[in-house]
Every structure is written in structure tokens, then in C-alpha cells.
Antibody
């Protein structure tokens, strides 16, 4: 049974950074990508990009390019998302999700990490 | 604004059938990219409901079905149950004008079971 377990809720000040982790169990990173999706209050789902841990290749949504970094540690099957220069608009629930490379859909999701940006 | 367009809300009584539409364009659904559907119940993470337009992952009841035609797709839910109440999202791939691909979601549809 594949599980993605994310780190806990964060409260951050504007202009600071947040780093969210996503540990996979029940399978390896081989042949899979990890995508990052957020849901802002009252809004829908927004794709931020993803990483293929086996190769370290990343793909960032244009909106977040230059402000977000995806990394992965294969030894611990953990992926990370770091978002910089936070504003109140970044207050959201952040999800990691697994995709089979090339499938373009997400079959397993983490439980979500609430990030609140407030002064 | 979302790249894929969904109705903000739909509703139906228990046992009835509802359909949720997902409208795209020639750079995503109309370009032949598949549509996938997710269910997000209150307080939970999204769950894959339909992949590759019509495919139900193991464990998803056959009350849920998907279809795709042209630049649009639909999710049908038959035999509505109270615990179907939540948000539903469509998702596809968009190649865009720059040729740089991205995953895109619909704005979501809130299903209310009356």
C-alpha cells in the first residue's frame, strides 16, 4: 500500500520561506514522479510542478518559477518543496502526489500540509 | 481563471444521477490529452476517481463514470449517496502557446446531495 506522509502545519511570516516534506512508503521512487499541488482557500487545485526523483529532473509551473524548489532524497524516499518570498496569497493546503512518469495523473496523494502566511 | 471550466455547483437527491462537465480547448483536451477526475471530500486529500477519461481505479464504485468528446469531458454519478457530497475536479495536460507543457485543473464543482 503506497502512502505519502507529509510534514506538519506551518505558520510563516510574509517574505519568509517554507519547506514541506513528503515521505513515500510502500513503493520506491523508481518510475514515478512526485507532483506538488496546492489548494488555496475558496479556490480550486493549482499545479505547482514536480520532480522525478530517480533522475532529479524538475518541472516548475511558470507562475512559481524562481520562487519554488523541488528536491528529493532517494535514500529516504522523501521529496521536498521549498517556497520562498511568501505572501498571504500563499496561504493554502499543499499536497504532494505520485504520478507514473508520462501518465499525467496523480494516483496517490499525501494528506496535505497547511501553510498559513500571516504577520 | 482555471484553464478547464467546470460548473461551480451541482446538486441532486439521493438515488438520482448528476453530471459534471469539464470544458477545455484545442491546447489540452482538444489536442487529445486525457482527462482525469478527482473527488475531494471535506477535510480530506483529493482521491483519483477516473483516469484516462473512462478508467476507474480499483475500489472506485461503478456509479462513477467518465467520458470525453472533442474539447470536453464529463463525469456522471449515478445512484447519488449522501457521502458523495464534496468537490470534484477534472485535470488534463495543456501544451500552451510556448510549447511548455503543464498540468491543469478545472476550478472544481461542489456536489450537494439534497
Amino acid at each position: 500500500q503506497v502512502q505519502l506522509v507529509q510534514s506538519g502545519a506551518e505558520v510563516k511570516k510574509p517574505a519568509s520561506s517554507v519547506k514541506v516534506s513528503c515521505q513515500a512508503s510502500g513503493d520506491t521512487f523508481d518510475s514515478y514522479g512526485i507532483g506538488w499541488v496546492r489548494r488555496t482557500p475558496g479556490q480550486g487545485l493549482e499545479w505547482m510542478g514536480g520532480i522525478i526523483p530517480a533522475f532529479g529532473t524538475t518541472n516548475y509551473a511558470q507562475k512559481f518559477q524562481g520562487r519554488v524548489t523541488f528536491t528529493a532524497d532517494e535514500s529516504t524516499t522523501t521529496a521536498f518543496m521549498e517556497l520562498n518570498s511568501l505572501t498571504s496569497d500563499d496561504t493554502a493546503v499543499y499536497y504532494c502526489a505520485r504520478d507514473v512518469v508520462g501518465s499525467h495523473f496523480f494516483d496517490y496523494w499525501g494528506q496535505g500540509t497547511v501553510v498559513t502566511v500571516s504577520s | 481563471q482555471s484553464v478547464l471550466t467546470q460548473p461551480p455547483s451541482v446538486s441532486g437527491a439521493p438515488g438520482q444521477t448528476v453530471t459534471i462537465s469539464c470544458s477545455g480547448s484545442s491546447s489540452n483536451i482538444g489536442a487529445g490529452y486525457d482527462v482525469h477526475w478527482y473527488q475531494q471530500l471535506p477535510g480530506t486529500a483529493p482521491k483519483l476517481l477516473i483516469s484516462y477519461n473512462t478508467n476507474r481505479p480499483s475500489g472506485v464504485p461503478d456509479r462513477f463514470s467518465g467520458s470525453k468528446s472533442g474539447t470536453s469531458a464529463s463525469l456522471a454519478i449515478t445512484g447519488l449517496q449522501a457521502d458523495d457530497e464534496g468537490d470534484y475536479f477534472c485535470q488534463s495536460f495543456d501544451i500552451g502557446l510556448s510549447g511548455r507543457g503543464r498540468e491543469v485543473f478545472g476550478g472544481g464543482t461542489k456536489l450537494t446531495v439534497l
